[in-house]
């Protein structure tokens, strides 16, 4: 070994050495080998002299691969004791039988040759350590003189030693019984611990990775990186920072489940606050990842403009939500949103929760699999058969609701943390160490929702993605998203400005930190912006009437001059008091209106389109048949009124020889021209009726 080369031989330079792989090194050809006696010229042809190993690695290596645990700490020592025990016992078992085969001889002999018989250093076997040592064992400091009694007086000595061996042989396989439970619950308590490399390591790490502050200097080492390397290369980079991937979309609402519940039972949360983040998780989160809201029941329900946290201007009733597929939200591409730093460490501590639900989910499929395939081929696993892991009361089919379950109840501090992980180990295995931290991981996405719902620059980053959202979108233009990201960058000048995105296909979460630069908008990007504003306002019927507009209809009225004039009689014949509120009321007395016409905005052309199908009714009852009254008054005086304007207008522009010649060339009398045939009727009723006899011209012969 290393110690006693370098006793023998310590100027031998190990560093110079040849190596072969990392465990052995080469002598040098000037080291003299030490003399071994009794050496054949097979062992001379067949043993190493010349490798020497020297690995590069100890128990004491920083490198985790090499070190065992405390936990394989325990296995080790209970397989060490059991060694030692079995040594101990074989090794008085071995001399026992030694004794037994020399006590027979004795009783062969006579006495006289009894008591002249003597035995050597073995003892009448085949080692002389191996005796001296089980009988040092049992007689301690008057083992020498019991080994010179057997040498001189066997007769008389080996009766005595024989029984005193049986003794301790009984004794200590009665205490092996004990020993063997001892060491089975050792194993079984032990042995998912010990496979645990990362689990000890892991709950130090991650209660200080998943805090929001070292998420933040996460992505600003990134961040820092990437602009080192953009400035190395010479081209900027374009790559968002960090990119997330969500499977399966459905552990979506597993971990608002979690969250809500926790969410429950908090006393320092106020009940606005926690309607707040229901509906946050349950509808806002949905929506920007593409998928199905969640359920919510109907007190929590929150009226039209009574909540910020929502997508599209989607107020309605949750549970219809997930069929909308012909909203406009629902047929963008992607979602953009630019946040600031607490909604950024919601999104990392939301993606990290989503993350390791889905691999749990992912391994309780795999072990399902597995043990179904198992079963089917009637085999138990190796750990089994050895009575190392117990067989577990839940069944492989329900380990991912039993996990959520056991979360729950280690919120609700009804299961104690070790109890947990221990369960997390018989269902998970190895694979189980991501769930450690999960009740710490639920906690902070608590207190950092509470942040948000109450911070109102969050409600002010939310309320501007609402609007964006509803009225523009992402649709990959820059020229479109420069506005947004403006606006953003405005209400966050004294901190760190995000953009995070989701992609509809692949549901890919996309976070980048932006670089606090002053990015001037274009005229192009200032169109726009009014144009949003414009679309806001024409979609959204909440939207007061701004005063541009007010003072536009206020110069040009865009009403019908009857319905102005109608107005004004019916207020200026009531008093200031009756006019104030009652307008609308008389107006619309007796109207039925239906309005379901629906418009769409272009995103590209910026045009506005009827969507088919849709239509508004404007109903008045009983206006049919007072109509049909007063009709011919209504004739009459629309006739004169026409004959009225008509000769005033010919007045104007013509003269009387004008007007005879025109009236003349319509009724067919001017020169060249068929006499027309027509012939003016009055029916009495206030009509009258036009009749035409036309009697084709005679065909002249050619």
């Not at 005796?131 to 003189?145: M, P």
Request: net charge negative; glycine share 4%.
């Amino acid at each position: 070994g290393k110690e006693r080369m370098s006793t023998s031989q310590p100027d031998i330079d190990y560093s110079s050495c040849k190596r072969c792989g990392n465990s052995y090194l080469a002598l040098p050809k000037s080291f003299v080998a030490p003399k071994c006696s009794g050496r054949t010229a097979l062992c001379r042809e067949v043993l190493n002299d010349t490798w020497v190993s020297l690995p590069l690695w100890s128990e004491d290596s920083a490198f985790l691969g090499t070190r065992k645990t405390m936990f394989e700490e325990y296995i080790f020592r209970a397989e060490d004791e059991r060694f030692e025990l079995d040594v101990v016992m074989e090794t008085n078992l071995s001399t026992i039988r030694v004794l037994e085969a020399v006590q027979k001889k004795l009783n062969r002999l006579s006495a006289e040759e009894a008591a002249k018989y003597r035995l050597d250093n073995k003892l009448g076997g085949d080692s002389e350590t191996m005796h001296h040592k089980a009988i040092y064992r049992i007689y301690g400091d008057k083992a020498q003189e019991i080994i010179e009694g057997l040498r001189k007086m066997p007769n008389v000595a080996v009766p005595v030693v024989l029984k005193r061996l049986k003794s301790k042989d009984g004794e200590w396989r009665e205490a092996l019984r004990s020993f063997n439970k001892h060491w089975r619950d050792q194993n079984e308590k032990y042995y998912l611990k010990s496979l645990d490399h990362q689990g000890i390591t892991f709950k130090t790490n991650d209660a200080r990775y998943i805090r929001p502050k070292s998420l933040i200097n996460e992505i600003e080492t990134i961040f820092d990186e990437n602009q080192e390397k953009a400035a190395d290369l010479g081209v900027p980079s374009t790559d968002p920072h960090m990119t997330f991937e969500y499977q399966d979309k459905s552990i979506l609402d597993d971990a608002a489940a979690l969250i809500v519940h926790h969410v429950k039972r908090q006393a320092n949360v106020h009940k606005d606050d926690k309607a707040k983040i229901k509906q946050l998780l349950h509808c806002f989160l949905p929506d920007f990842f593409f998928a199905p809201r969640g359920e919510m029941s109907d007190d929590e329900e929150l009226t039209e403009g009574e909540t910020a946290m929502e997508v599209d201007g989607a107020n309605g009733d949750a549970q219809d939500a997930p069929g909308r597929d012909s909203d406009e939200s629902r047929q963008k591409e992607a979602h953009v949103f630019y946040v600031n730093n607490q909604w950024y460490a919601f999104f990392r501590l939301h993606q990290l929760l989503c993350e390791r639900l889905h691999k749990i989910y992912r391994r309780s499929v795999i072990i399902a699999e597995t043990e179904a395939a198992r079963k089917q081929a009637s085999k138990n696993s190796t750990a089994a058969q050895l009575h190392l892991k117990t067989p577990s009361d839940v069944d492989v089919e329900e380990y991912y609701p039993v996990f959520l379950d056991m979360v729950r109840s280690l919120l609700d501090v009804n299961m104690e943390s070790n109890t947990f992980e221990d369960t997390c180990r018989e269902m998970f295995g190895v694979h189980a160490y991501i769930s450690f931290t999960m009740d710490k991981l639920v906690q902070n996405l608590v207190r950092q929702l509470q942040l948000i719902v109450g911070d109102e620059t969050c409600v002010q980053l939310s309320d501007l993605f609402t609007s964006e959202m509803a009225n523009v979108g992402s649709s990959g233009s820059d020229a479109l998203e420069q506005p947004y990201r403006h606006q953003a960058e405005e209400l966050l000048s004294d901190e760190n400005c995000y953009r995070i995105a989701v992609t509809r296909q692949s549901c890919k979460l996309t976070i980048e930190l932006l670089e606090a630069v002053d990015i001037p908008c274009s005229e192009e990007a200032v169109a726009i912006r009014d144009w949003v504003s414009y679309v806001s306002s024409l979609v959204r019927s909440d939207n007061p009437m701004t005063a541009a507009v007010q003072t536009e209809l206020s110069k040009r009225p865009i009403f019908l001059l009857r319905n102005v004039r109608s107005t004004r009689r019916a207020c200026s014949s009531q008093s200031p008091a009756q006019t104030e509120g009652s307008w609308s009321e008389d107006v619309d007395s007796g109207v039925h209106s239906y309005g379901s016409l629906e418009c769409r905005v272009n995103e590209r052309t910026f045009k506005l389109h009827f969507v088919s199908g849709t239509n508004d009714t404007l109903v008045r009852p009983f206006h049919q048949r007072r109509g049909a009254a007063s009709w011919s008054d209504v004739c009459e005086r629309r006739i004169d009124t026409f004959h009225n304007w008509l000769a005033q207008r010919s007045g104007e522009i013509c003269s009387e020889e004008d007007v005879t010649q025109c009236l003349g060339w319509l009724a067919g009398k001017a020169e060249g021209i068929q006499e027309c045939q027509t012939e003016r009727e009055d029916t009495g009723d206030g009509r009258v009726r036009y009749i035409t006899s036309y009697s084709p011209p005679s065909t002249a012969s050619t």
